[in-house]
């Protein structure tokens, strides 16, 4: 077989799993320093925009509402 000598293009796959691995572990961070994020949102956001090629609009959102919201020490 011929190689080509054209750069191959940096996969969807490669993409997918950079952006998976960066919002598992922001909702990690999430969910072990804003203590009302409950284990069902948790896991909502881990299964759920696992499947999904906007979630990181939507965690970058949240990111933003939970940075605002005041956070009660007691």
Do not use: C, R, W
Not at 1 to 18: N, T
Not at 19 to 24: N, P
């Amino acid at each position: 077989m011929e190689e080509k000598g054209l750069i191959p293009p940096l996969h969807s796959f490669e993409i997918y799993q950079y952006v998976k691995d960066t919002i598992i572990i922001n909702g990690t961070i999430l969910f072990f320093y804003y203590q009302y994020i409950s284990l069902l949102d948790f896991i909502f956001i881990t299964l759920f925009f696992h499947f999904t090629a906007y979630y990181f609009i939507i965690v970058s959102l949240s990111l933003l509402l939970y940075y605002i919201t005041p956070v009660s020490i007691l």
